[in-house]
């Protein structure tokens, strides 16, 4: 409280009590003027009554004073009132703006560009993997990082600019007068300061970032859309690992739908109403059905089937694609292990998405479930594709050298479509790889195609790997692939994806499967 407000504080609490004293000598006065003649006796009452009044008045006073210089005197309160006023708008760990303040600041600064006609820049940044330097080094020397985060940002900024932490690992970077090439600019710069290492406790440490650009008044000309533009701008970023992003309203054209859509997915996956099918593959030398792949469905109940390449990102999107895959995993297992139990030994194959290639507790899942299930790890392959190792090949590495020792196939889906190759292959614990359908569904009228294929199998049967094809659909691709001494394939003419029910009918009535009575499926939902 400032000094002339404490001051009025005081004096209105004070100044219902002042007629008091004056109420009394009103009184006496009145008193005396009642009779013609007063004793000297009255007249010493009165007096010592008006002296006991205006004593009464000058401690009155007095006490007022004390009170007013109390109230305003108190450096300790004015410290302890402007410490409360920091708090409230500065990060406690790193000492930079928090969203409070960031908030207040992005709208003076749109209050500002509207009157002026002037652009601003927006910008989140979200550090990629921050969750593993925690569970490696532990919190603490999380914290450290974060504390350097804010200066390093700082040191290529202007004074105009600010800085905040607005959440765990993420901060934003408010850029008043900025356009979309000096805000892009200085998203690649903030990128470049932090490609030096960090230093915590004589360690060195490595943090990269993703970043979204969001731009008044192209992208929004309110502070809400301009937040909402950026976080999916940043959330982008970080899908594709491009660094920076600016937002496009193509990247979120469908969002309220999205939204719709990521929620009940949610709902779905704590429902149990998703659905596991499974596509048999086919062993070339006994004809007969080997393994399948675990394919995940989502039969909404007001859209239909939808295909997982519509769900799959939403899931990847929103942060539960691990709770969804260790979903995936526990049922296939369970039923896996079902069909051990009945004679049935098929190698299950798994589909990982990129993103967990990354997660360095990922394998620790795999094993727990192993292990509850009772499931042979060598029955179990995990397929992976080109591009999740293209990412970030050295984690990726270390994640697929932990799953390979837990006894788990690996095996690269879709190959030929990414930008590796069977020699990059060699150094990755890799048992497998999977042609892509787009080069085998026309091998028996393409040469080229056939060429392709054939060269692929040469080179990975020269490094000790199994090839399977998929998108076999008709008989002369598959006698094709035989004839080039394919190991395994997969696809339409052997059968579709059924659910587990179906496929042990399938066992029994096709060319493919097996004679022995068909087992009870376990339910997936």
Not at 40 to 61: D, K, N, P, S, T
Not at 169 to 185: K, S
Not at 351 to 369: K, M, Q, T
Not at 471 to 494: K, R
């Amino acid at each position: 409280m400032s000094r002339p407000g404490a001051a009025r504080q005081v004096y209105l609490t004070v100044l219902p009590f002042a007629p008091l004293p004056v109420g009394a000598a009103l009184v006496a006065f009145a008193r005396l003027r009642q009779g013609t003649a007063a004793s000297g006796l009255e007249i010493a009452v009165y007096v010592a009554g008006g002296l006991v009044i205006a004593l009464v008045m000058l401690c009155q006073a007095t006490v007022t004073r004390e009170l007013v210089a109390a109230a305003v005197d108190r450096p300790d309160l004015d410290a302890a009132h402007k410490q409360l006023e920091a708090i409230a708008i500065t990060d406690a760990l790193t000492g930079l703006p928090n969203r409070t303040l960031l908030l207040d600041r992005l709208g003076q600064a749109v209050r500002t560009a509207q009157r002026t006609h002037q652009p601003l820049a927006l910008l989140v940044m979200n550090l990629d993997r921050f969750k593993e330097i925690n569970t490696a080094l532990g919190h603490d020397c999380g914290d450290v990082v974060l504390q350097q985060i804010g200066p390093r940002v700082r040191s290529v900024l202007r004074d105009s600019d600010t800085v905040a932490r607005i959440g765990g690992d993420e901060f934003a970077m408010l850029l008043p007068d900025a356009d979309e090439e000096g805000a892009l600019r200085v998203a690649h710069v903030i990128l470049g300061a932090l490609d030096t290492s960090f230093q915590v406790q004589g360690q060195a440490v490595d943090v990269d970032a993703s970043l979204g650009v969001a731009l008044y008044p192209a992208h929004g000309t309110d502070m809400q859309t301009l937040l909402r533009c950026v976080e999916v701008a940043m959330y982008d970023a970080k899908r594709t690992r491009n660094g920076v992003t600016l937002y496009d309203q193509a990247l979120d054209q469908h969002s309220a739908p999205r939204l719709t859509l990521m929620s009940d997915l949610r709902a779905a996956l704590m429902s149990e109403t998703l659905q596991l099918h499974y596509q048999p593959k086919i062993d070339r030398s006994t004809g007969r059905a080997v393994g399948a792949e675990v394919l995940l469905r989502w039969p909404h109940p007001e859209l239909g089937m939808i295909p997982p390449d519509k769900f799959i990102p939403l899931a990847e999107h929103s942060g539960i694609i691990v709770p969804l895959t260790a979903w995936v995993l526990e049922k296939a297992l369970q039923q896996g292990q079902a069909w051990r139990q009945q004679q049935r030994d098929l190698n299950l194959s798994v589909n990982l998405s990129p993103r967990l290639l990354h997660d360095i507790e990922f394998p620790a899942l795999v094993e727990e479930l192993l292990k509850r299930y009772d499931y042979p790890p060598a029955c179990l392959t995990l397929e992976i594709t080109e591009s999740a190792l293209i990412l970030d090949p050295e984690r990726a590495l270390s994640v697929l050298l932990r799953l390979s020792q837990l006894g788990v196939r690996i095996s690269i889906d879709d190959f030929g479509t990414g930008y590796s190759n069977l020699g990059y292959l060699q150094q990755l614990p890799v048992d497998e790889v999977k042609i892509d359908k787009s080069f085998v569904i026309g091998m028996d009228t393409e040469q080229k195609e056939t060429s392709l294929v054939r060269s692929i199998i040469a080179m990975a049967h020269a490094l000790n790997m199994t090839v399977v094809a998929e998108g076999v659909e008709t008989a002369g691709v598959w006698d094709l692939l035989q004839h080039l001494e394919c190991d395994s394939a997969q696809g339409f003419y052997m059968s579709r994806p059924v659910p587990a029910e179906a496929l042990e009918q399938w066992m029994v009535q096709s060319p493919w499967g097996s004679t022995v009575a068909p087992m009870p499926a376990l339910a997936t939902a």
